[in-house]
């Protein structure tokens, strides 16, 4: 059954020729109040955590603005690919999306640092929380705004990533020629060629069918992704590499939040603190569960048996992603010192 909430691709369709501000309705004693349409799509898999926490943001901000906020879900890629939604976020089409702060790059790259750029950046997931939850990922919110048009008001996440094949890779040499899916984005083309693989560049939304017909042999992602978006049916093999730590921004289109009264302009980033606070937590929590029932489901778990190597393979990264700009340089040297705390 589909929540109300959720609405379709068509009802999408019909409103998006229409203002992004629905005419006035009466509220208590026939005093007019003005709705605001607030449209949320991404790429999530149902069934994932921060895919449950955007069905539950919809809903707060549905209730608690009194009406005034109509939100509504576009889940799992309803509303068009990855970027098409970072695309339509920037232009207001729709209000709020997430996706990783490695998808400025071109834009913004010491925001990429921070979205686990160029790979191995993040320790473990207190290190996530000291440079997300402090003074950095305040400071990125702000470049973000500044730079795209879209304010980060707060951090989602899938955790870490991992490798999932058609055949055993449990160390750099297997690696090697793996046609593995990335994301349509440089830095993660640059580093899977560095450790000798074969990265493929698709959307996300092809995934599934780029296994089916062997356009690829792998995909690299985190546990929810794999057992919502059933890749483990095309492959069978996983690698706990975790090399790579994808904070999902929640960016609401700039633009849109301005337009609000303030007490919808508090609502909105309030309440977001909430809802991902206790996604991250949910998130950490049911990891360890989502990986048993891949096990359980047929897929073979493997550990990676020469960590170091990837690390030195990959290493080199740092120092020319560093040298897109001096801030950039700095955000890596800054996230990298927060290990050490």
């Not at 998808?103 to 290190?127: L, S």
């Not at 560093?322 to 800054?334: D, L, V, W, Y």
Request: glycine share 8%.
């Amino acid at each position: 059954m589909v929540h109300p909430s959720v609405i379709t691709r068509r009802r999408f369709l019909q409103q998006v020729s229409g203002a992004a501000v629905a005419v006035p309705a009466l509220v208590g004693t026939a005093r007019a109040q003005t709705k605001f349409t607030c449209r949320i799509a991404h790429n999530e898999a149902i069934g994932s955590p921060l895919t449950q926490a955007f069905e539950n943001w919809a809903k707060l901000l549905n209730e608690q603005s009194g009406g005034r906020i109509e939100a509504q879900h576009f889940p799992a890629g309803q509303l068009g690919s990855y970027t098409q939604n970072i695309e339509q976020n920037r232009l207001g089409t729709i209000q709020i999306t997430t996706g990783g702060p490695d998808t400025e790059e071109a834009v913004a790259p010491e925001i990429a640092a921070t979205g686990g750029a160029p790979g191995f950046i993040y320790r473990d997931d207190a290190h996530v929380d000291r440079v997300l939850q402090g003074e950095i990922g305040a400071e990125v919110s702000r470049i973000a705004r500044a730079k795209t048009g879209v304010e980060f008001v707060d951090y989602g996440e899938v955790g870490f990533r991992h490798i999932l094949a058609k055949r055993k890779v449990t160390n750099l040499d297997e690696v090697k020629g793996l046609k593995i899916r990335v994301p349509e984005l440089k830095i993660w083309v640059d580093f899977w060629k560095k450790l000798g693989a074969n990265p493929t560049p698709l959307p996300y939304a092809e995934q599934y069918s780029a296994l089916s017909t062997g356009l690829i042999d792998a995909v690299e992602a985190d546990v929810f992704s794999i057992k919502g978006f059933k890749w483990g049916e095309q492959a069978k093999h996983l690698t706990l590499t975790a090399h790579w730590f994808l904070p999902k921004a929640a960016r609401v289109n700039a633009r849109w939040l301005d337009s609000l009264p303030e007490d919808l302009r508090i609502l909105v980033r309030t309440s977001a603190k909430g809802i991902f606070a206790e996604q991250r937590k949910q998130n950490r929590a049911n990891a360890a569960r989502t990986l048993e029932e891949l096990k359980a489901s047929g897929i073979a778990v493997y550990q990676l048996g020469d960590t170091p190597r990837w690390h030195q393979a990959t290493e080199p990264l740092f120092a020319e992603f560093g040298a897109k700009s001096p801030a950039t340089k700095a955000m890596i040297e800054r996230i990298r010192a927060l290990a050490r705390v």
